[in-house]
């Protein structure tokens, strides 16, 4: 689910620490306001739906699926659920959940913050077969991303399948505007993010990307990033 961003490389956000939660609940506001209007801005998502067709292929009928930072559920979740898996979604955006329950009944939607999942966080869902984050890390300082990565890897079962995007920009938690609010977001060159996903503990099994151009004014076209990984160890 394309958040959408182009920086200059090299440019980065100033949030401190002590600031950055409650920096996340700002951004999470900001999509509120979005809304359905979200998936009017970025219709085509043919990247999306084929990591997702892999998740489909190499999984097993009835396996447990999260949907990380799932936006409202469409495309990948219904894509799941439909596929016949059982599909968590998270996300700290309160409108994105309802529209998710809405668009998508057939599976479970959270309000949460991915920083408190885990075994050892506040919020244990439990082991998932495999997890998606579609252009959900990108909302994210890059101090947190190398964290939340290895939350992911807990969080699967062993030899469990992770698919990820993200859009190609070196930039750390930089605000854009987008839609209409402001959002900081953060990016790796194609290299570095396959490093840090590999420190992380995934093999990289898959590499795909996508030059995309959403359909509006104030977003301009992005290299999205797609990596279809399993966990080591």
Known sequence: MSKGFVAAEGESGDAGAEGMRLDREGQAEAFDAIGDRYDEAFPYKKGQLAAAEWLIRSLAGGSRVLDLGCGTGLPTARQLVDAGFEVVGVDLSRRMVELAREYVPGATFRRLDI???GPDGPHDLGRFDAVAAFFSLLM????EIPVVLRMVHDLLVPGGLFALSMVEADVDYFTIP???NAIRVSGYLRDDLRE???QAGFAVVEESSYTYAPEISDVPPEEQIFLN???RG
């Open 115 to 117: 920083a408190d999942l």
């Open 229 to 231: 990984c399993v966990r």
């Open 196 to 198: 840090v996903v590999e």
């Open 178 to 180: 987008f839609l209409g």
């Open 140 to 143: 994210l300082p890059r101090g």
